[in-house]
C-alpha cells in the first residue's frame, strides 16, 4: 500500500514538471522571431517557475500530510494487526496447551492402562512358564511305569477318600490266594456279600498308546491300534487272574485309567476289546466312571447300614413298648392313690361341717340365772345326749 502511494505522489511530481517544461518550451517557442522580448520571456519563465515552486511546495505539504496519514494509519493497522495477532497467537497457544495437556493426560492414562496390561501380560507368562514346567513334569511323571503308576494311585485315592468313609475302603491291601500266593490290591472296597470285597487297579498301558497318538499315517495307526489292543487286553487278564479270588474277592475287578482321552480311544475305536474285559469281569473306568461308581457303592453301603439297623430298630421298640405298658401300670395305680386321697379329702370335709354345725347350735344355747341354770347347765340334756349319742 505504501508503494502504491509513493506511485501515485511519484506521477503527480512528474505531471507537474512536465507541465513547467511544456509551459517553458512554448515561452521560447514565442520568442523574438514571433514579436516577443527576452524580459518578457525571462518573466513568464520566472512567474512559471514560481508557480511550479509554488506548486512543489503544495505537493510536498500534500505529501508530507499524506504520508504522516498514511503512516498514522499505517501505525493503527500495525497497532491492530499486532494486537489481533497476539490474540491470535494467545488463542493458538491456548488450543496448543490445552491439546498438548489432553495428549499428556491420554498419553499418561495409555502408559498407565499398558502398564497394567503389561503386567497382566507377565503374570500370564509367569502362569505360562509354571504350566509348561508342570506339563513337562507330567510327560516326565508319564513316561516312567512306575512314576505313572504312582500317578494313577494318587490320583485313584483322591476319588475314593472323597466318595467314601475311611472304613469303606483300604490301600495296598493284602489277598492271599487258595495256592497260598499273596498279591497286593492298590485298593480294595469293603463290600458285604454279595458281591464282597472288590479290587481297584490303577496301572494302565501308555507306551501303545502313545505310539498311537504319534502315528503319521493311518497303516501305523493301525499297527499302533492293535498293539494298543493287545495290551490292554493283557493287563485286564492280568488283573483277571491276580485280583478276583473265589471266596475272597468279588467276582470281578475295576481296571482305572487315569486319562479321559485313554478310555474314549479305547471305546471309540476297541469296542471288542472293551466287551472282552467285561467276559472277563474286568471292569474299565475313568475319573468320571470311578466316581459314579463309587457313589453307587456309597449308597450299597448305606443300604446295608440302614438293614443291619432295623433288627437293633425293632429291639429297641419292643422295649420301649414294655417301657410304656410298664408306665401305664404305675399310672393307674397313682390314679388309684388319687381316687383314696380324694375320698379322705371328702370324709374330712363332712366332719368338718359337722363341728361347724355343732359349734353353731352351743353358740345359740341361752345361760339361764340362778341355781336351776347351773342345773340345767350340769343337767345332760336332750341336745347334749343327742351330742353324745352322736
Not at 284 to 303: C, E, F, G, H, Q
Not at 358 to 363: D, F, L, N, V
Request: proline share 3%; hydrophobic share 45%.
Amino acid at each position: 500500500m505504501l508503494d502504491a502511494v509513493w506511485l501515485v505522489a511519484g506521477g503527480a511530481l512528474l505531471g507537474a514538471l512536465l507541465a513547467a517544461l511544456a509551459v517553458m518550451l512554448a515561452l521560447r517557442l514565442r520568442g523574438p522571431e514571433r514579436g516577443g522580448s527576452g524580459e518578457e520571456v525571462t518573466r513568464e519563465v520566472r512567474e512559471v517557475q514560481a508557480a511550479l515552486a509554488g506548486r512543489l511546495s503544495q505537493m510536498a505539504e500534500s505529501h508530507a500530510a499524506a504520508q504522516a496519514a498514511l503512516s498514522e494509519r499505517l501505525q493503527a493497522q500495525e497497532r491492530g494487526l499486532a494486537k489481533a495477532l497476539e490474540e491470535r497467537l494467545g488463542e493458538v497457544s491456548k488450543r496448543v496447551g490445552d491439546s498438548l495437556t489432553q495428549s499428556a493426560e491420554k498419553a499418561q492414562a495409555s502408559l498407565a492402562d499398558l502398564a497394567k496390561r503389561l503386567a497382566l501380560i507377565d503374570a500370564a507368562q509367569k502362569t505360562i512358564t509354571e504350566l509348561s514346567q508342570q506339563v513337562v513334569s507330567l510327560q516326565d511323571i508319564l513316561a516312567n511305569k512306575q512314576a505313572r503308576g504312582a500317578f494313577g494311585q494318587i490320583q485313584m485315592e483322591d476319588l475314593v477318600r472323597t466318595a467314601l468313609p475311611p472304613s469303606a475302603y483300604a490301600f495296598q491291601a493284602q489277598l492271599a490266594h487258595h495256592d497260598g500266593r499273596s498279591v497286593i490290591a492298590d485298593c480294595l472296597l469293603n463290600l458285604p456279600n454279595p458281591p464282597g470285597p472288590i479290587v481297584v487297579d490303577s496301572k494302565f498301558p501308555l507306551e501303545s498308546y502313545r505310539a498311537l497318538r504319534e502315528a503319521a499315517d493311518e497303516t501305523s495307526r493301525k499297527v499302533a491300534l492293535k498293539a494298543f489292543g493287545v495290551d490292554v487286553l493283557s493287563h485286564v487278564r492280568a488283573i483277571a487272574e491276580r485280583y478276583i479270588i473265589p471266596g475272597v474277592t468279588a467276582e470281578s475287578a475295576l481296571m482305572f485309567l487315569p486319562s479321559e482321552a485313554v478310555y474314549a480311544e479305547l471305546h471309540a475305536n476297541l469296542g471288542e476289546v472293551v466287551e472282552r474285559s467285561y467276559r472277563q469281569r474286568v471292569w474299565i473306568v475313568s475319573p468320571t466312571t470311578l466316581m459314579a461308581t463309587l457313589n453307587t457303592v456309597r449308597a450299597v453301603l448305606k443300604d446295608v447300614r440302614m438293614r443291619e439297623q432295623a433288627g437293633v430298630i425293632q429291639r429297641e421298640v419292643r422295649i420301649l413298648l414294655g417301657d410304656v405298658v410298664r408306665l401305664d401300670d404305675r399310672v393307674e395305680k397313682l390314679q388309684r392313690h388319687f381316687d383314696q386321697t380324694q375320698e379322705d379329702v371328702r370324709q374330712i370335709r363332712i366332719s368338718t361341717e359337722k363341728v361347724t354345725k355343732r359349734a353353731e347350735r352351743i353358740g345359740e344355747i341361752e345361760v339361764a340365772d340362778g341355781a336351776e341354770a347351773e342345773a340345767d347347765a350340769l343337767a345332760p340334756g336332750p341336745e347334749a345326749k343327742r351330742i353324745g349319742a352322736e
